[in-house]
């Protein structure tokens, strides 16, 4: 049984760097059957899809336009987790954020999810 | 992007009554090589994360009751609850999974009536 277990800050400010990192249990991020995601939930927004990455002999990334250029989503294969880094933040990024394994492209597995709050 | 849209925003339902939730994507999510529909249906709980409940559209995840059903193709889908008990009450979303970026529906709050 898979287990992602999600740790961060819960506030940032605004132009600074948000950082979530997502522990796994159970299963092992440089598997070639899963990829793991970040995905983010806002009243705004609803549920937004940020990015993944996922080992298929090589390491991948694939990100959302929305927020290409500001993020960045590695792996940590001593630490059997993967991160999330979200640059130059601002308060439409105040959400809660979840990091999820997509096996065949469903998030069957999700973290508890974070909340992080943008603000001064 | 697939954009995907949800109706009703929220519906309100007797305990042991039907309740129906519609989902449409902006093209089709079936897959013509495999005949696959890439579409899942999420329930979520105050507080708690999504949970996957149906996947392709229609197969029940492991776990999930059978009053809890799925249908349609293409375009246009459909989450069925046959008898709603309490532990139903919760936020459904759906899901394309045919092309990134992934998108979800805006969400359909179900409560007791």
């Known amino acids: 049984q898979v287990q992602l277990q999600q740790s961060g800050p819960g506030l940032v400010k605004p132009s600074q760097t948000l950082s979530v990192i997502c522990a796994i249990s159970g299963d092992s991020v440089s598997t070639n059957l899963a990829a793991w995601n970040w995905i983010r939930q806002s009243p705004s927004r609803g549920l937004e899809w940020l990015g993944r990455?996922?080992?298929?002999?090589?390491?991948?990334?694939e990100y959302a336009e929305s927020v290409k250029g500001r993020i960045a989503i590695d792996p940590d294969t001593s630490k059997n987790q993967f991160s999330l880094q979200l640059n130059s933040v601002t308060p439409e990024d105040t959400a809660v954020y979840y990091c999820a394994r997509d096996y065949q492209q469903v998030f069957d597995s999700w973290g508890q999810g974070t909340l992080v709050t943008v603000s001064s | 992007d697939i954009v995907m849209t949800q109706s009703p925003d929220s519906l309100a339902v007797s305990l042991g009554e039907r309740a129906t939730i519609n989902c449409k994507s902006s093209?089709?999510?079936?897959?013509?090589?495999?005949?696959?529909?890439?579409l899942a249906w999420y329930q979520q709980k105050p507080g708690q994360p999504p949970k996957l409940v149906i996947r392709w559209a229609s197969t029940r995840e492991s776990g999930v009751p059978d009053r809890f059903s799925g249908s349609g193709s293409g375009t246009d889908f459909t989450l069925t609850i046959s008898s709603l008990q309490a532990e139903d009450v919760a936020v459904y979303y759906c899901?394309?999974?045919?092309?990134?970026?992934?998108?979800f529906g805006p969400g359909t709050k179900v409560d007791i009536k």
């Open positions: 093209q089709s999510v079936l897959y013509s090589s495999n005949n696959k529909n890439y």
């Open positions: 990455t996922f080992y298929r002999s090589k390491w991948n990334n």
């Open positions: 899901q394309q999974y045919y092309s990134t970026p992934f998108t």
